[in-house]
Nanobody, 115 residues
Framework: QVQLVESGGGLVQAGGSLRLSCVAS????????MEWYRQIPGKHRVLVAQ???????AYDDSVKGRFTISRDNAKKAAYLEMDNLKPEDTAVYYC?????????WGQGMQVTVSS
């Protein structure tokens, strides 16, 4: 059974930083594509950042230059370093793992950026 456990969300002032973590179990982690999504109430879930098994990364334009996604295969973990946070980054953030097993999601965590 695939499980993704997220941590690191919370409240931060505009201009501040947060680091989100996601630890996976039940998958061949090094083959998985790891992603971070975010969702605002009433809106669709949006892909924020992606890191493939090769280490290649991709970002939504709204976070380029401010967010950094990384992974540690030994720890089966993915991270999202968020710097220079803005109030519009406020959302529920979800970790996602994709591969031959399909797609799995974490439980989501709130990130609130105050102005």
């Amino acid at each position: 059974q695939v499980q993704l456990v997220e941590s690191g969300g919370g409240l931060v002032q505009a201009g501040g930083s947060l680091r989100l973590s996601c630890v996976a179990s039940g998958i061949v982690y090094e083959r998985a594509t790891m992603e971070w999504y975010r969702q605002i109430p009433g809106k669709h879930r949006v892909l924020v950042a992606q890191i493939r098994s090769s280490g290649a990364t991709a970002y939504d334009d709204s976070v380029k230059g401010r967010f950094t996604i990384s992974r540690d295969n030994a720890k089966k973990a993915a991270y999202l370093e968020m710097d220079n946070l803005k109030p519009e980054d406020t959302a529920v953030y979800y970790c996602s793992a994709g591969g031959s097993f399909g797609r799995s999601w974490g439980q989501g965590m709130q990130v609130t950026v105050s102005s």
